[in-house]
């Protein structure tokens, strides 16, 4: 198989198990792991395009902003890892972590819906605001540059398709 067939085989196989216990590893995300940054860049891709960029952020996919955006680096996705990039530096602007985000859902209820300003209250509206301003319509994937993210992250997934599939094999294994 090719890193393409790969990635798009792994695009469901992520989810369940074996190989949904990836994420709970104690060294993910290890971007010199080929499955580990397949991983954290489907998620990433999921998420965003599932829930917009304020809810990556929110979401456990978030707090590997910082390693999705040296991942991107790794494999010369650079316009696209300038996107994520100002996105960090808003939440650098505003005093705003992960763990913040994430602190504000204690006490909800499982699939309790509720909004941005609900959940985080009037102080980080104007975060909000500016994330969407930066990043509306980031597609990690389809990214607005026109750069060529997945054709890069195959190239360089390629050159390590032996590791890949002996990474693979050894969760299926389990």
Known sequence: MTADEIIQDLSIKIYSGPLSVVRHEPDYPDLENPLHL?????????????????????????AHLGATIHA???????????????????????????????GDFEGMTEFQITSFHELHGETLD?????????????????????????????????????RLREEIQKREAK
């Not at 397949?38 to 990556?56: N, P, S």
């Open 72 to 102: 991107l680096r790794l494999f010369g996705a650079l316009k696209v890892s300038e996107s994520l990039e100002k996105v960090q530096q808003c939440m650098r602007r505003h005093d705003v972590t992960w763990e913040r985000l994430r």
């Open 126 to 162: 104007a975060f909000a605001q500016e994330v969407c301003d930066i990043a509306g319509g980031f597609e990690l994937f389809n990214h607005e540059s026109g750069e060529p993210v997945y054709d890069l992250l195959c190239a360089h997934l390629d050159l390590r398709i032996i």
């Open 38 to 62: 397949i991983v954290l860049l489907i998620d990433c891709d999921t998420e965003v395009q599932m829930q917009g960029m304020i809810g990556f952020l929110e979401n456990n996919t978030g």
